[in-house]
Antibody, heavy 124, light 106 residues
Framework: QVQLQESGPGLVKPSETLSLTCTVS????????WSWIRQPPGKGLEWIGY???????NYNPSLKGRVTISVDTSKNHFSLNLSSVTAADTAVYYC??????????????????WGQGTLVTVSS | DIQLTQSPSFLSASVGDRVTITCRAS??????LAWYQQKPGKAPKLLIY???TLQSGVPSRFSGSGSGTEFTLTISSLQPEDFATYYC????????FGQGTKVEIK
């Protein structure tokens, strides 16, 4: 059974960089796309971006310029960096696996395995 | 960018009711759409992908339909454990979500 676990600081100061890691266990990070999603308190889901295990990335245009997602296949984990954070970046951050594959126009399946989520608060 | 609009945003229903949630895309996305269920304090759970394919282990009372710009999630007979928030998500290059539909007990 694939499991995902987010880790990182729960408190980040404004203007600094938020850094989180998602460790995958029970399966290989290879051959899949992996994604970050966040949810501000009391609000809906926001897709942040995804990475393929060989390093190809795609990001939400609303966050472009501040987001970097990277992967380390030797450690079976992938990471999120979000720079210049403000209070609006306070949210529960989830990592997830994109199941299926990318065909000519999109992904054949959805996000099938998710981490439990980690709350990151941006405050001085 | 393609936007997804769910309706209604809030729905009050009783156990046993048939419930339908709609997701409209601002441009055609073929069948590249998924549906999720989220309960408070929990990660979302994949219910349906490719617009109408039931994820393994999901009860058959859930069904999805549609293609292009209009999609629906139907719960044929609402059960107590189905009271939750439901999200649609496009599965093309940008995996954007709809704003959610909260299903509450009437």
């Amino acid at each position: 059974q694939v499991q995902l676990q987010e880790s990182g600081p729960g408190l980040v100061k404004p203007s600094e960089t938020l850094s989180l890691t998602c460790t995958v266990s029970g399966g290989s990070i290879s051959s899949y796309y992996w994604s970050w999603i966040r949810q501000p308190p009391g609000k809906g889901l926001e897709w942040i971006g995804y990475i393929y295990y060989i390093g190809n990335t795609n990001y939400n245009p609303s966050l472009k310029g501040r987001v970097t997602i990277s992967v380390d296949t030797s450690k079976n984990h992938f990471s999120l960096n979000l720079s210049s954070v403000t209070a609006a970046d306070t949210a529960v951050y989830y990592c997830a696996r994109v199941s299926g594959y990318y065909d000519s126009s999109g992904f054949t399946r959805g996000l099938d395995y998710w981490g439990q989520g980690t709350l990151v608060t941006v405050s001085s | 960018d393609i936007q997804l609009t769910q309706s209604p945003s809030f729905l009050s229903a009783s156990v046993g009711d048939r419930v339908t949630i709609t997701c409209r895309a601002s441009q055609g996305i073929s069948s590249y759409l998924a549906w999720y269920q989220q309960k408070p304090g929990k990660a979302p759970k994949l219910l349906i992908y490719a617009a109408s394919t039931l994820q393994s282990g999901v009860p058959s009372r859930f069904s999805g339909s549609g293609s292009g710009t209009e999609f629906t999630l139907t719960i044929s007979s609402l059960q107590p454990e189905d009271f939750a928030t439901y999200y649609c998500q496009q599965l093309n290059s940008y995996l954007l979500f709809g704003q959610g539909t909260k299903v509450e007990i009437k």
